[in-house]
């Protein structure tokens, strides 16, 4: 067997070494040589006859690699389990120039050596500091919104060439430039009054539908509106990079859609939940609030978990092995890539120890419901008909066949198992927002930790 010898380096580092001498190897290529002997059919032998020099030529070099992988797996791999070294990743091997090269027949005594980044010792501190956790407001008025988006949603569309412009119509517009030029720019096209901006809204709403009216600005008329837009859509020009600045137009009010809103009745109860549970405008209220407070939740909640992982980081003082880490991130990271790298192993060290203290372990049916979650996503949060409890069982079992998303599904459910127990040991201070307010400050967080793009190198 060869002989393997543990040093501890640091706290946090060993080397390990594999000692495999020439007899060893010797012993395992005749052994294998033997095998293949009793196989080997060869022109000039009969089966079973051929000289194991003759062998040691044709195949030596193959054996001793594959004999020299497995000798080194077992022994490296071996020692460490039976003695318990807790490590946080595999083994590095170490390079040696004055390794010699091995061939079958000229073997040598051999060592390799390997480094260990070993699991480091700490203690646990949990954040003492209180956490925001917001959720969204579904206040009457916020309801009301949705409700009136959905009848109009669900209402019908009738055309207007009499009348005035309301201000939630659709507008058929035609655009004509004027002045004295011979190729005049003319296009009709559509505007959505909720769509324009303050200034476009005030402009056209109330204004007779069929009547002509002198456009001063026509960037302005739809909110974010540029240049480039305004050619494309508003005047149908194909080079979008036409100026237009000194140029004017006339915007002729063609017709007018209007939706008139369905009427909140059972009609409408049947096509919002065809199940036939929600039959009031009390019950559709609280399902709304259910339905959207739900997206915004889990958005205010990861929110907050992930600030919790990052007080858990930046709280425990926990050595690294950085050298090896460095070897490990291609010797030669960013800052910014290898700061995240240590976040990310930090975590993943107070993560386990944190499962183990709390005795958090993941059971079959934690799998099965990230299955679920990841399937549900795919059809959109719905769940049809077809998703019965015989198909679910079935898709999970195949999905937990493949090794990949079944380290996936393991990993993503203690996770959540993880941070829902460490939730339970922090504090949280409240904030209810509206939507548009709960829209910013996810746009805001993500910006603020969202990592940049490295920068491109220069050729």
Known sequence: MPNVTFEKTSNVTGRLDVAITKDELNEKIVAELKKQKQKVSMKGFRKGKTPLS?????????????????????????????????????PQPVEDESMPMLTASTLQDITFKYDLALEPEFTLELPKETFDKYILA????????????????????????????????ILDVTFTEVGPVEDKITNTTKLYVDSLSDAGKKWVTGKKIGGTLKVKDITAIEKDSTPAYVNKYLLGLEDAETDISDKSFEMTINSAGRITKAE?????????????????????????????SSGFNSQGEMMANFEIQRALVEGNDIELPLDIMKQINDDDPSDNDFEMFQRGVKWMLIRNTYAEQAEIKLEYEDIKAEAVTSLMGMLGGQRPDFLTDEFIDNYVGQMLQDEKQREQLSSNAIEKKIMASLREKVSFKETALDADAFNELIKEFNEKNTPAAPAAEEE
Do not use: C
Request: net charge negative; no cysteine; aromatic share 8%.
């Open 54 to 90: 003759t062998l040691r030529k044709m195949m030596g070099n193959q054996i001793l690699g594959q004999e020299l992988d497995a000798m080194i797996k077992s022994s490296l791999f071996g020692y460490i389990e039976e003695n318990d070294i807790k490590l946080i990743f595999s």
């Open 138 to 169: 579904t206040t009457d008025e916020f309801l009301d919104e949705q409700i009136d988006r959905m009848l109009q949603s669900a209402g019908e569309t009738e055309d207007f060439t009499e009348g005035k412009v309301e201000d939630t119509d």
């Open 264 to 292: 909140l009745n059972e009609e409408f109860f049947t096509k919002f939940d065809p199940t036939g549970e929600i039959t009031t405008e009390a019950q559709l209220r609280d399902k709304i609030a259910e339905d959207n």
